[in-house]
């Protein structure tokens, strides 16, 4: 098993005090059940139900009260209602929609047993029969594996522990830069991922692709309605491409699909954390309010997926700097899925930075939230006088933060844009944007000591 991140979230939920049943979101297979049987080691007693289990569902029969399911289930695990130290795990919820109703009462009548629940959700946002229960649950995302993850998962411990230095040491840098090509390479896929800890070989990292690639695609057939079917199955076939690029959607991937049926079928993959529409906003200061009227980048759940679906894997070996790669969209994508990984609440997103006027335009990769600011981030290499884009992001934002994503170790510019206003310019490389927001504290603490501008 990977050890997971999301681990310290679920220990924070299990200590505070206003606890409600909590919702795992998350693709299928990025390690829901996996984090939630490693958690469960620390309760005494542990009832594990799965909803696509006849045996399972039947505790939930619409003809049953909620006091006689509650009890029929704890009777069947030999455990005391009363007891104070029980997880309860409902894994593949959206399988009974009388599961997903059950949730609000253990907020109100049981509040004391621990409950988490689970599942890729895919069937629920296409059977809008099923909701789930608003002010009674909370959410937690589940991503793919970070980075570091990734290492540990290697057994690269020394570099993986020294993310906790900040900044990150510059004599690792290197060793560091080589194993995230692979980690580019590989994706955060667990089963993926733990395939590839064990023999280094690729070969059967795309036999995992293959898989769940297939198993994406039978979900659509098995919960979609006909009306959807076609549209979502092209797109789960040739998205990949496209990945990291400002899309269209009519005719979508050389199709004859309409507008409105692309979109509406991105939707749905996007709802599923298979997919994520990035679109563009015109402000430089919270709140960064999506303009739907402009074309959206699309971003994928993983970079392994994308670079073996879209056929840069010998590209990704071979190419010395990946910033060529793809025209430089395989690294920007790549940040793309890391920086979104950041956030661990559904209502959360990512945004990138337009200016579009008859005359002049500019674009900024990505606009990041931090505190009460809007950063802007870039990905990309030469010099900082050539970000013309981003200096005229920093001439219009009240602050003086800016993030550069290369392959170079951290460091600090104080850069001047054309209008005259100084700004600090944080360069992180690429490994690095797992952790964003701790760089971010850091450039604040730097600004806050007046050790820069």
């Known amino acids: 098993m990977i050890e997971r991140t999301a681990l310290k979230y679920l220990i924070t939920w299990k200590e505070s005090k206003n606890r409600k049943p909590l919702i795992l979101r998350g693709a299928r297979q990025v390690g829901k059940t996996t984090v939630v049987e490693i958690f469960s080691k620390q309760f005494q007693n542990r009832i594990f139900l799965n909803m696509e289990d006849a045996e399972h569902k039947r505790f939930f029969k619409e003809s049953l009260s909620f006091k006689e399911r509650i009890s029929a289930i704890f009777l069947a695990h030999s455990t005391s209602v009363n007891d104070k130290n029980t997880l309860l795990f409902i894994d593949e919820i959206q399988a009974s929609k009388e599961a997903v109703a059950t949730l609000r009462y253990f907020y109100e009548f049981i509040p004391h047993v621990y409950v988490i629940a689970a599942g890729s959700l895919l069937e629920t946002v296409i059977n809008t029969k099923i909701s789930f229960p608003v002010g009674r649950v909370e959410y937690l995302m589940i991503h793919p594996c970070s980075f570091k993850e990734f290492l540990y998962a290697l057994k690269e411990y020394e570099i993986a522990n020294l993310f906790s230095q900040i900044p990150f040491p510059d004599y690792a840098h290197d060793t560091t830069i080589k194993l995230f090509r692979e980690y580019m390479l590989v994706g955060g896929m667990p089963e993926a991922v733990s395939v590839y800890a064990g023999n280094r070989d690729m070969v059967e990292v795309n036999n995992i692709y ?32 496209f990945a990291g690029n400002r899309i269209k959607f009519q005719g979508f991937g050389n199709s004859l699909y309409s507008s409105k049926d692309v979109h509406e079928s991105l939707n749905l993959l996007e709802k599923a954390m298979l997919m994520k529409l990035i679109y563009p906003t015109t402000a430089v200061s919270l709140p960064a309010i999506d303009n739907l009227k402009k074309s959206p980048k699309l971003q994928l759940l993983d970079s392994g997926m994308f670079h073996y679906q879209a056929g840069l894997q010998q590209e990704l070996f071979i190419e010395e700097n990946l910033e060529s790669v793809a025209f430089g969209k395989s690294i920007e994508h790549t940040m793309g899925i890391m920086l979104y990984a950041e956030f661990m609440k559904p209502s959360s997103k990512l945004n990138f930075w337009v200016r579009e006027k ?10 990041f939230p931090y505190k009460t600011f809007l950063i802007p981030v870039e990905v990309k290499s030469g010099a900082a006088g050539k970000l013309r884009s981003l200096h005229q992001f920093m001439d219009r934002t009240p602050h003086n933060m800016a993030v550069r994503f290369c392959g170079s170790p951290v460091s600090i510019e104080i850069v001047k844009t054309v209008g005259g206003k100084n700004y600090n310019l944080l360069n992180l490389p690429w490994y690095l944007a797992g952790v964003l927001n701790d760089y971010f504290k850091y450039l604040d603490q730097k600004r806050i000591d007046q050790q820069i501008v």
């Open 210 to 241: 293959e898989g769940l690639i297939s198993s994406f695609i039978e979900d659509v057939e098995k919960y979609a309605s006909n009306g959807f079917i076609r549209v979502v199955r092209h797109i789960l076939k040739t998205a990949f491409p």
């Open 358 to 367: 008859r005359q002049s335009s500019a674009e900024v990769d990505f606009v």
